[in-house]
Antibody, heavy 121, light 110 residues
Framework: EVQLVESGGGLVQPGGSLRLSCAASRFTFSSYWMTWVRQAPGKGLEWVANIKQDGSDKYYVDSVKGRFTISRDNAKNALYLQMNSLRVEDTAVYYC??????????????WGQGTLVTVSS | SYVLTQPPSVSVAPGQTARITCGGNNIGSKSVHWYQQKPGQAPVLVVYADSDRPSGIPERFSGSNSGNTATLTISRVEAGDEADYYCQVWDSNSDHPGYVFGTGTKVTVL
């Protein structure tokens, strides 16, 4: 079955940086759009960013534009989220997820277990 | 930006039917997906494209979408259905396209 494993979370001070990774396996990674979704403690789900199969198209939620960068390495079956200028309000569990079809309105059919990012002084 | 509104909570007795609404402007023109999330776990897709079920999801889960409201229906509710549920769409109409999640609904099985 499809497997997505996030890593790279941890404690970081406000203004700091962190790079999240998502290792994908058991499917043809290069054939799918991929997405990052986050969930602040006790709160709902928030979409963060997504990236096209070849990395040529990327979209971001307004609150992270200019601070976060999504990227992928299809040779390594890996998805990344570079997070700079982190704020307290970026504290959340970050999930990577696969978009289940080539449609722009595809469902997120597989999710990783998430990695916790805590921004605090 | 596009907003999806869900009731914060729904309570239902075992064996009864739970209906969770997701309100959005002309949501009937969009493809709606639904996720179940249990405490400490990642979300799981339970309904996609308004009314389709992924493999392994019981037939008790169904969906509909029309006008300004999409609905997830859970028939013959079981204790294991207690979870948070989120609707989701892709908003392509704004200057900033992206996925939008609903506010979430906590389903409590009495």
């Amino acid at each position: 079955e499809v497997q997505l494993v996030e890593s790279g979370g941890g404690l970081v001070q406000p203004g700091g940086s962190l790079r999240l990774s998502c290792a994908a396996s058991r499917f043809t990674f290069s054939s799918y759009w991929m997405t990052w979704v986050r969930q602040a403690p006790g709160k709902g789900l928030e979409w963060v960013a997504n990236i096209k199969q070849d990395g040529s198209d990327k979209y971001y939620v307004d609150s992270v534009k200019g601070r976060f960068t999504i990227s992928r390495d299809n040779a390594k079956n890996a998805l990344y989220l570079q997070m700079n200028s982190l704020r307290v309000e970026d504290t959340a569990v970050y999930y990577c997820a696969r978009e289940g079809s080539s449609s722009s309105s595809a469902p997120l059919d597989y999710w990783g277990q998430g990695t916790l990012v805590t921004v605090s002084s | 930006s596009y907003v999806l509104t869900q009731p914060p909570s729904v309570s239902v007795a075992p064996g009864q039917t739970a209906r969770i609404t997701c309100g959005g402007n002309n949501i009937g023109s969009k493809s709606v997906h639904w996720y179940q999330q249990k405490p400490g776990q990642a979300p799981v897709l339970v309904v996609y494209a308004d009314s389709d079920r992924p493999s392994g999801i019981p037939e008790r889960f169904s969906g509909s979408n029309s006008g300004n409201t999409a609905t997830l229906t859970i028939s013959r509710v079981e204790a294991g259905d207690e979870a948070d549920y989120y609707c989701q769409v892709w908003d392509s109409n704004s200057d900033h396209p992206g996925y939008v999640f609903g506010t979430g609904t906590k389903v409590t099985v009495l």
